[in-house]
């Protein structure tokens, strides 16, 4: 059965500081991976995602993620934080179908506070 | 990208009553469209999967005569809480996903309070 654990409950970083979430997976196969991030009281926003190929990928708001096969990693960074990214942090695997990416089942969340 | 609405945006209703809440993809037809409930402070879990004009498969522990979920047409899914409890107070958030594409878009989710 597939996993996904996020082993930071909290984090505190100050605004101008790096970030790093880490997010280690368990699946069988090569896995669909996802980051998330929810603001209280909203749905979810997709930051970025890892199918194959180049296993650094780029996504939205200068977020980046390294997909580590030998580590069952998929860990996000961000070189300099801003005020507005204090949220909630959701990793995520996918079990796609023919026409989905399927289930989807998220890690615990990482709560994200920013310090000025 | 595709956008998913739901509504209401959030619901109080009392204990023994049922509370239908709707989730539609606005500009883009769901062939697939999934339920999630998340506790506060906690991740989603999957409740169900509902694919067009067909009965929604349910995650083990999801008492399906509880919740109700239809998924009538391809740009609305519904699901029903029967016999509201204070344990069912959540926020439900619910997603889908289309023809022309694999991603799974959320919508803004459904806080339920029951009194």
């Known amino acids: 059965a597939q996993s996904v654990t996020q082993p930071d409950i909290h984090i505190t970083v100050s605004e101008g500081a790096s970030l790093e979430l880490r997010c280690n997976y368990s699946y069988g196969a090569t896995p669909y991976l996802f980051w998330y991030v929810q ?28 997909f580590k096969r030998s580590q069952s990693s998929f860990n996000l960074r ?9 949220a909630e942090y959701f990793c995520a695997v996918g079990t796609p179908t023919t026409d989905s990416w399927g289930k989807l089942q998220f890690g615990a969340g990482t709560q994200v506070v920013v310090t000025p | 990208g595709a956008v998913v609405s739901q509504h209401p945006s959030w619901v109080i209703c009392k204990s023994g009553t049922s509370v239908k809440i709707e989730c539609r993809s606005l500009d883009f037809q769901a062939t697939t469209m999934f339920w999630y409930r998340q506790f506060p402070k906690q991740s989603l879990m999957l409740m169900a999967t509902s694919n067009e004009g067909s009965k929604a498969t349910y995650e083990q522990g999801v008492e399906k005569d509880k919740f109700l979920i239809n998924h009538a047409s391809l740009t609305l899914s519904t699901l029903t809480v029967t016999s509201a409890h204070p344990e069912d107070s959540s926020f439900y958030i619910c997603s889908a996903s289309g023809t022309s594409s694999y991603e799974q878009y959320f919508g803004p989710g459904t806080r339920l309070t029951v009194t």
């Open chain 1, 78 to 86: 961000k070189p300099s934080v801003h005020w507005s990214d204090a």
């Open chain 1, 39 to 66: 603001s209280p009281g909203q749905g979810l926003q997709l930051l970025l995602k890892y199918f194959s190929g180049d296993t650094l990928v780029q996504g939205i708001k200068g977020f980046e993620a390294e």
